[in-house]
C-alpha cells in the first residue's frame, strides 16, 4: 500500500529549487522500503512507497517522480518491468535499480534500459543520501549523465566520468564530493607538506600511494596530482574497488569481449583503455580482490591489457597510477589482503594524510569555508551570515572527527541549514553524534599511543587520566563554559568538578577561555 505523501510540488523545477524531491521507492522488503523512506524523509524529501511493481507503475503514469528507487528482483512484475514503464511515461525520471544480488549482466540490462545508476544491496544510509544528493544535483542542473566512473556506468559502454574534484571532506565521491578551491584549505605542517608533495610528483609519471582515513581528503589530492601533470588535457578516470563485487570490478576495470557472459553483447574498453595517456585513480586499493591484483600488477608491468573473455592481448595502455587506501598497507599485506608486489609497484611514491583530529587549528579555518559555502547554497542571496564564536571553535577542535572532513563538513551543514540568519552560532546548537569508543591510537577519547607497552597499572592509570581529561575539554565546551551548567551535564556537583579540573591543571578561572582549556587534552 502507498503511504501517505505530504503536499509537494507539482513541477520538478519547484521540487529542485525547494531542495527536495519527489521519490519513489518500490520493493518488496518492507524493512527496506520503510527504512529508505524514513532516511530520505528526514531530508526532507516526498517519499512515495510500494511493495508490488503494477502499483508503481500506476503512480508513475499519473504522476511525477524525479527520482525512483526500484527493487530488481520483484514478482510478478519484475524491476525492470518498472524500470522501463517509468522511463516510457517519464524521461526525466531519474531510475535508480537495486538488487542484493548484482552481475555483470544485470546492470548491463538496467543501464541499457535507461537506469541512471545501480545500488547494490546491502547499502548504508549515507550511501543511500549520496546516491540521492547527486541525484538532485542532476535534477537541479537538468542533467541526466551525473555518474562518476565509480558506478557500473561503463559496464554499459558509457564514457566514465571522472569524480568531481572532492572537497577535503566532500560528499559525493571518492573523498565524498564535489568542491572547489576550497579543498586544499590548512595551514597544519603535515597537511601542507602532502600538498607540496603532491605538487613535486605531478611533473613525473611516478606512481603514487595516498594512505589516510576515510575522509582526509585522498581523492582531492589525486585530482591536484593529475591536474598539475603533463597527463591534465585527458580527464582524470577514478574507480572505487570497494563498490563493486570482484566480475564486476573485473569487466569494469579491464573490458570484455562479445560473448564473454551473458548480456555481453559487444566489445566494450575497461577504464584502463579509457585511461590510456591519462591518470587511473584506484580509490580503496585495499579492498581489490586478490586475484584481480595479480591481473593488475601484469598491467603495470607490461601495459598489456587483456579484457574479460579475450584470448589475446587487446591493448597496450601508457597509464599513470594514483592509488589510495584507508588501511594501513603494511598490515594489510600482513592479512593478506594486497599484495607486496603490487604495493611497491604503486608506492614509488607515497602520501599520507593527517586525520583531522591531529589539524585542530585547520578546524576553525574549514567550518568557516564550510559555512559561506552552505549559506550560500541555503540560503537566498544577501541573506546575513551566522557567525561561529570563539567558543564554537573551540568545541569543534575539541572533537575527535572520526569521519574526519567529510564529518565536519557535514555538521556545518546541519548548522547552515537551522541557523538564524546574522545570528552567532553557540556550542549548544552543534548537533552531537555518538563517537566510537576506540578510535585510532592517540586520537579522540581512544587509547593514547603506545599504552600497550606499559605495565598494566600504569597503562590503566594513564587511560582514566586521558579519559578525564578528554571529557572535562567536551563537557566544558557542550556547556558554553558554564561551570554550573557542566556540572549538571555531567551529573555531578560542582565541587567534584572543580577538583577534577585542578587535578588536570585545568583552568577554573577563566572558564570561557576555552580555547585555553582544550589545549590541556592533547
Known amino acids: 500500500m502507498t503511504e501517505p505523501v505530504t503536499s509537494a510540488p507539482d513541477r520538478p523545477e519547484e521540487a529542485a529549487d525547494k531542495r527536495a524531491l519527489r521519490i519513489l521507492v518500490v520493493d518488496d522488503d518492507r524493512t527496506l522500503r520503510e527504512g529508505c523512506a524514513n532516511i530520505l524523509r528526514l531530508d526532507n524529501h516526498h517519499v512515495t512507497v510500494f511493495s508490488r511493481g503494477e502499483e508503481a507503475i500506476d503512480a508513475a503514469q499519473r504522476q511525477h517522480f524525479d527520482v525512483a528507487l526500484v527493487d530488481l528482483y520483484m514478482t510478478p512484475v519484475s524491476g525492470m518491468d518498472v524500470l522501463r514503464a517509468i522511463v516510457a511515461a517519464d524521461p526525466r525520471t531519474l531510475v535508480v535499480v537495486m538488487t542484493g544480488n548484482p552481475t555483470v549482466a544485470s546492470s548491463l540490462d538496467a543501464l541499457r534500459a535507461g537506469a541512471w545508476d545501480y545500488l547494490p544491496k546491502p547499502f548504508s544510509a549515507s550511501h543511500l543520501q549520496v546516491l540521492v544528493g547527486r541525484a538532485a544535483h542532476a535534477v537541479r542542473t537538468g542533467g541526466r549523465g551525473d555518474r562518476t566512473s565509480l558506478t557500473p ?90 563498490a563493486l563485487p570482484g566480475p564486476l570490478l573485473e569487466s569494469e576495470m579491464f573490458g570484455h569481449k562479445k560473448g564473454a557472459f551473458t548480456g555481453a553483447d559487444r566489445d566494450k574498453p575497461g577504464l584502463l583503455e579509457m585511461a590510456n595517456g591519462s591518470t587511473l585513480f584506484l580509490d580503496e586499493l585495499g579492498e581489490m580482490p586478490m586475484a584481480l591484483q595479480a591481473k593488475l600488477l601484469r598491467v603495470l608491468q607490461d601495459g598489456v591489457v587483456r579484457r574479460v573473455g579475450s584470448e589475446r592481448q587487446d591493448a ?98 546541519h548548522l547552515s541549514v537551522l541557523a538564524e540568519p546574522g545570528r552567532p552560532i553557540e556550542p549548544a546548537e552543534i548537533p552531537l553524534y555518538e563517537e566510537e569508543s576506540t578510535p585510532a591510537a592517540g586520537g579522540g577519547v581512544g587509547l593514547p599511543a603506545g599504552i600497550f607497552a606499559e605495565p598494566f597499572h600504569t597503562a590503566k592509570e594513564q587511560l582514566i587520566a586521558h579519559f578525564e ?43 570561557q577561555n576555552l580555547q585555553a582549556l582544550s589545549s590541556f587534552a592533547s
Open 316 to 413: 597496450v595502455v601508457d597509464v599513470r597510477f594514483v592509488a589510495a587506501t584507508n588501511r594501513d598497507p603494511h598490515e594489510a599485506i600482513r592479512q593478506g589482503l594486497l599484495r607486496e608486489d603490487l604495493f611497491y609497484r604503486l608506492c614509488v611514491v607515497p602520501i599520507k594524510l593527517p586525520p583531522l583530529r591531529q589539524r585542530p587549528d585547520d578546524v576553525a579555518l574549514l567550518a568557516r569555508h564550510f559555512l559561506e559555502r552552505s549559506w550560500a547554497r541555503h540560503r537566498q542571496p544577501g541573506t546575513p551570515l551566522p557567525v561561529l564564536t570563539d567558543e564554537s571553535v573551540a568545541f569543534l577542535q575539541s572533537r575527535s572527527w572520526r569521519g574526519n572532513v567529510r564529518e565536519l563538513q557535514n555538521v556545518i551543514e
Open 469 to 511: 581529561r578528554e571529557y572535562l575539554t567536551r563537557l566544558a565546551a557542550r556547556a558554553g563554559g558554564n561551570m554550573s551548567k557542566a556540572a549538571r551535564l555531567a551529573g555531578i556537583d560542582r565541587t567534584t568538578l572543580y577538583r577534577l579540573m585542578e587535578k588536570h591543571a585545568m583552568r577554573r578561572e577563566e572558564p
Open 153 to 242: 556506468a561503463a559496464a554499459a559502454g558509457a564514457a566514465p566520468r571522472p569524480s568531481p574534484a572532492a572537497g577535503p571532506a566532500g560528499a559525493a565521491a571518492g573523498e565524498g564530493g564535489a568542491d572547489d578551491g576550497g579543498a586544499l584549505i590548512g595551514d597544519s605542517p603535515a597537511f601542507r607538506h602532502a600538498v607540496a608533495m603532491a605538487k613535486r610528483v605531478a611533473a613525473t609519471d611516478a606512481s603514487v600511494m595516498i594512505c589516510g582515513e576515510s575522509g582526509t581528503g585522498k581523492e582531492v589530492i589525486a585530482q591536484l596530482i593529475h591536474r598539475h601533470s603533463r597527463r591534465r588535457a585527458r580527464k582524470l578516470v577514478a574507480d572505487n574497488c570497494a
